[in-house]
C-alpha cells in the first residue's frame, strides 16, 4: 500500500491507494499519521460494494453505487483504473474508465501557510460520444463520528442570511444547496461537522448552482461531498473542472481558520480594506439629483466618511425599477452640469466616488432589451419571467461578456471612480436546458469579468452583492474586496445576521452600515451607538438619511468614525474570537493584533433590574491572552448624550453602566473571569480597547 502525506501550517492529510481506490489515512495535527488509521474498518461488507463503506477521497458510481458517488453520468455506471499519482505543490492523480473515455485528475494541496485543504478535480472525455454529467462532485471529505455527528450550517432568506442551524445526524443523509444558479440566500455552502473531540470545516468556492452533502454510515463515518448541481454535458475532446472543495481540521476554532485562508486570499489588497462609505440608497432611493447627492456629501464628510458611494437611480430611464438597467450612461436631467462635474464635486469634499451597478441584468424597458432582447435567457416558444421587473442577461454568450467588460471599462475609464457596488437582484429561471453547461458558462465568465476588472482597474475596490447575500461564497471573496451579507440593517436583525457571517468570512469582506431601518424580525429598539458598534465589526458604512439627522446624531456619528479609524487594523486584520451569541446575555467580538485588543460588544437581550434589584455584572472570557500580562483600558468611551434614549419602553436609564478608562486587569482575568460590562436603558453596546502595560 503506497502512502501520501500533505502538511499544512500545522496539520497533515494522508491518503493511501488501495487498489484502484484511494482513501483517507489520517487527518488531524501533524504526527497523527504515526498510528493505525481510525479509517479503516473491519468487518464483511454485506449487501454493498467496499467503496459503499470505505473512507474513500472520490469514487464514481459504478464503485460507490449506494451510499453517495461523487462523479456520476447518464445511462451508466463508472468505474475506473487508477493510472497514477504524483507529488507536486501537493498531490495529483490520474484515474480512467475504460468503457466511457472518461478521464478525471484529482487534486489536492494546502493553501500556503494555512490549514485549509483545497481539493479539486477536472474530468475529460477522451471518448468518441458525448456524455452527460449528472453528478459533477469537487471532492468528498471523511470525517470519524462513532457516536453520530453534529452538524453545524447557515441558512436563512432574504433579510434573513447567516442564520446558524445545527443538527444532530446519527444516520443518515443531510443536504443542503442551491439551484438557482447563483449561491443563494437559502443556504450558505459552508458546513460544520462536530465528533465530539474536533472540529471539522466544509466550503465550496463557487458562485452557480451547488451542493454539499453529508453522509452518516452504520460504521461510524461521516462522508461530506461538495460540488456543482445541475447537468453538464461533455462533448468529445473536451473537459470540465470543478469549483475547489476547502476543507480544515481544527482543535475548536473552525473560523480564525477561515479568516486566516481569506486573508491570505486578499493578499496586498488587505492593506487598503476597510475605507469609511456612505452609501446613498436608504436617504434617496431612486430620486438621485445631483444637488441632493451633494447635500448629502457635505454631511458625509464631516462625519469623517472616506468614500461617497452613489446608488441606483444614476442612469438614464431609472426613476423606478421597471426601467434602465441595462442602459449604463449617467441621466444628463439629473446631473445638468455633466456627470464628470458631479464626480469631481465630490472628490474636491476629500472623498472617494463609488456606484453602483448591476451589469448582468436588463429592464424589458430599456434600450439594450429593444436592440438585444435575445441576450436574455429563454426557453424558446416559452414566456419568461421578470423578478423585480428586470430579466437575466446570458453572461454566458461571448458578444454579453464583451457588452459588460466594455461598459465597465468605459464608465472607469471616463470617471475617477474608486468603488464599484456589483448588484445581483434576480436568479436565474428559464433557460435553455439543451446548453453544455449554463451554469458553468455564466460563472466562468463573471469570474472573467472580476479578474479583468481587478487587473486593469486595480485601485478600484469592488464590492460583491446580490439582494443582500445571495453571492457570499469562497470564490467571490478571492475576487472582491467587500462582500455585503444581507439587505436587513436592523441592529438585531443584524447582529443575528453577522454572527453568522463571521462564523464562515472574515471582517475585512463583512460591508455593514448605521442606518435607521427598523427591525423586521426582532423590532426592539437599540441606541445609535449600538448600531455604531455592530458596523465596526467589519468594514464601516453610513447608509442612512444623514441629512435628516440631528446636531447631536452627528457629532456622535463622527465620534464614533474616528474611533473605528484608530482601531480598524485591529479589526480587520487580527484574529477573531466570537463570545457568546446574540441568543444569549454574553454577545462580543474580540480582535487581537499582537499585543493589541479591541472588544466589541453588545446586549441583545433585556436588563437584569435596571438596580432596582440585585445583579452582577455580565462577564466576556477572553482568549489567547498571556496570562502574567496586564491590561489596561485605553480611550474614552463615547457619550451618548441626548440620541442614545431611544430607550426600552418602560425604563429610564439612571446609570451610564460600563467600565471606563482606567479598568486594569490581568490576562488570567480577562481570559478565566472575563471583561466586565454592566448594561443599562441608554447603554448597550460599547468598543473596548484594551492596551498591554
Not at 468505474?79 to 480512467?96: F, H, M, N, P, Q
Not at 458598534?533 to 456622535?556: F, Y
Amino acid at each position: 500500500m503506497s502512502t501520501w502525506t500533505l502538511t499544512g501550517a500545522t496539520t497533515e492529510y494522508t491518503v493511501a491507494a488501495r487498489g484502484d481506490r484511494l482513501d483517507l489515512v489520517t487527518w488531524g495535527p501533524i504526527g497523527v499519521s504515526d498510528g493505525p488509521s481510525p479509517y479503516d474498518f473491519h468487518g464483511r461488507v454485506q449487501y454493498m460494494l467496499p467503496g459503499d463503506v470505505a473512507a474513500t477521497e472520490y469514487l464514481p458510481d459504478g464503485l460507490r453505487p449506494f451510499l453517495g458517488a461523487d462523479l456520476s453520468v447518464a445511462g451508466q455506471g463508472l468505474t475506473w483504473r487508477l493510472l497514477s499519482v504524483t507529488e507536486d505543490d501537493g498531490l495529483t492523480a490520474t484515474l480512467a474508465d475504460d468503457v466511457t473515455g472518461i478521464e478525471v485528475e484529482l487534486r489536492w494541496r494546502f493553501a500556503a501557510g494555512t490549514d485549509v485543504l483545497e481539493r479539486w478535480a477536472t474530468v475529460s472525455n477522451r471518448g468518441d460520444e458525448t456524455v452527460e454529467i449528472t453528478r459533477l462532485g469537487s471532492a468528498a471529505f471523511c470525517v470519524p463520528t462513532p457516536a453520530g455527528a453534529t452538524l453545524h450550517y447557515l441558512h436563512g432568506q432574504w433579510a434573513q442570511e447567516f442564520t446558524t442551524g445545527s443538527t444532530t445526524l446519527v444516520r443518515g443523509r443531510f443536504e443542503i444547496g442551491s439551484a438557482q444558479g447563483v449561491t443563494g440566500h437559502q443556504f450558505s455552502p459552508y458546513l460544520a461537522v462536530d465528533n465530539g473531540d474536533a472540529m471539522y470545516g466544509f466550503q465550496l468556492a463557487w458562485t452557480g448552482s451547488w451542493s454539499i452533502t453529508a453522509d452518516v454510515d452504520a460504521a461510524g463515518l461521516t462522508r461530506v461531498r461538495a460540488g456543482r448541481d445541475g447537468l453538464v454535458r461533455l462533448a468529445p475532446g473536451s473537459a470540465v473542472t470543478t469549483p475547489i472543495a476547502l476543507g480544515v481540521y481544527a482543535g475548536d476554532d473552525l473560523a480564525r481558520h477561515w479568516h486566516a485562508y481569506e486573508q491570505a486570499l486578499a493578499g496586498e489588497r488587505l492593506s487598503t480594506a476597510g475605507r469609511v462609505i456612505y452609501n446613498s440608497w436608504e436617504a434617496t432611493t431612486f430620486d438621485v439629483t445631483a444637488a441632493g447627492q451633494l447635500a448629502l456629501a457635505d454631511v458625509a464628510a464631516g462625519l469623517g466618511v472616506e468614500t461617497f458611494v452613489v446608488d441606483d437611480g444614476w442612469f438614464v430611464g431609472r426613476h423606478d425599477d421597471t426601467g434602465g438597467l441595462g442602459d449604463w450612461t449617467p441621466d444628463p436631467a439629473k446631473f445638468p452640469d455633466g456627470f464628470d462635474a458631479f464626480v469631481a464635486a465630490i472628490r474636491g469634499r476629500g472623498l472617494e466616488f463609488g456606484l453602483w451597478v448591476e451589469p448582468e441584468m436588463v429592464n424589458p424597458k430599456s434600450a439594450l432589451y429593444a436592440a438585444h432582447p435575445e441576450w436574455v435567457y429563454q426557453d424558446s416558444g416559452r414566456p419568461r419571467s421578470t423578478i423585480r421587473n428586470q430579466y437575466l442577461l446570458n453572461l454566458g454568450l461571448d458578444e454579453v461578456y464583451e457588452f459588460v467588460r466594455d461598459t465597465l471599462d468605459r464608465l472607469l475609464t471616463d470617471y475617477p471612480i474608486g468603488y464599484l457596488k456589483w448588484d445581483f437582484n434576480r436568479p436565474r429561471t428559464e433557460a435553455d436546458r439543451s446548453a453544455a453547461d449554463l451554469d458553468g458558462a455564466h460563472v466562468r465568465n463573471l469570474y472573467r469579468l472580476l479578474d479583468h476588472l481587478r487587473a486593469a482597474h486595480p485601485s478600484v475596490i469592488v464590492e460583491g452583492c446580490a439582494a443582500g447575500g445571495a453571492r457570499a461564497d469562497i470564490a467571490m471573496a478571492a475576487r472582491t474586496d467587500v462582500l455585503w451579507p444581507s439587505d436587513n440593517t436592523a441592529p438585531l436583525d443584524r447582529l443575528r445576521i453577522q454572527h453568522g457571517f463571521l462564523s464562515a468570512h472574515a471582517p475585512h469582506l463583512m460591508s455593514s452600515w448605521v442606518t435607521d431601518a427598523p427591525g423586521m424580525f426582532d423590532p426592539r429598539p437599540r441606541s445609535l451607538a449600538f448600531r455604531f458598534v455592530l458596523a465596526s465589526a467589519g468594514v464601516l458604512g453610513i447608509g442612512a438619511d444623514i441629512a435628516r439627522w440631528s446636531a447631536e446624531e452627528r457629532e456622535q456619528a463622527a465620534a464614533w468614525v474616528a474611533r473605528y479609524k484608530q482601531v480598524r487594523d485591529v479589526i480587520l486584520h487580527g484574529s477573531v474570537h466570537r463570545i457568546g451569541s446574540p441568543d444569549q446575555a454574553r454577545c462580543a467580538v474580540q480582535y487581537s493584533l499582537g499585543d493589541r485588543v479591541v472588544v466589541l460588544a453588545w446586549n441583545p437581550a433585556g436588563l437584569d433590574g435596571s438596580g432596582g434589584v440585585p445583579a452582577r455584572d455580565v462577564r466576556l472570557p477572553l482568549r489567547d491572552l498571556p496570562p502574567n500580562a496586564r491590561y489596561r483600558r485605553v480611550g474614552t468611551r463615547i457619550s451618548t448624550g441626548a440620541v442614545a434614549a431611544r430607550p426600552y419602553p418602560g425604563l429610564t436609564g439612571q446609570d451610564t453602566g460600563g467600565h471606563g478608562g482606567g479598568f486594569e486587569a490581568s490576562g488570567r482575568h480577562l481570559t478565566s473571569v472575563g471583561l466586565p460590562v454592566r448594561w443599562t436603558a441608554v447603554y448597550d453596546a460599547d468598543l473596548f480597547e484594551l492596551e498591554r502595560l
